[in-house]
């Protein structure tokens, strides 16, 4: 099976092409602000990928009974919410 291959916009270059402007905002402002929108970017990007990797299939009662996780009353993966 082929893997799907995403081909994702660099953030620099979607900060650039960003048509949101302030009233009298200096190219200084500008700057700034399109360097921390490209942050902003990446870091959501990290978080999805960390997200994806942090997949724990759920386990049935009698796997968690050896883990000391049995007594929970609920999913392990339901713990990870933040």
Same mark, same amino acid.
């Given at each position: ?35 921390? *929108? =490209? ?5 959501? &990007?990290? %978080?999805? #990928? $960390? ?17 000391? *996780? =049995? ?5 392990? &993966?339901? %713990?990870? #919410? $933040?």
């Amino acid at each position: 099976m082929d893997a799907k291959i995403e081909t994702l916009t660099p953030a620099a270059e979607l900060a650039r092409d960003n048509p949101v402007r302030f009233p009298n905002e200096s190219a200084a402002y500008r700057a700034a602000r399109r360097a921390l *929108l =490209a942050e902003e970017m990446e870091l959501r &990007r990290h %978080l999805e #990928r $960390v997200a994806a990797q942090c997949s724990i299939p759920r386990s049935s009662g009698a796997d968690r009974a050896g883990s000391g *996780l =049995a007594h929970w009353p609920m999913p392990y &993966r339901s %713990l990870r #919410r $933040v």
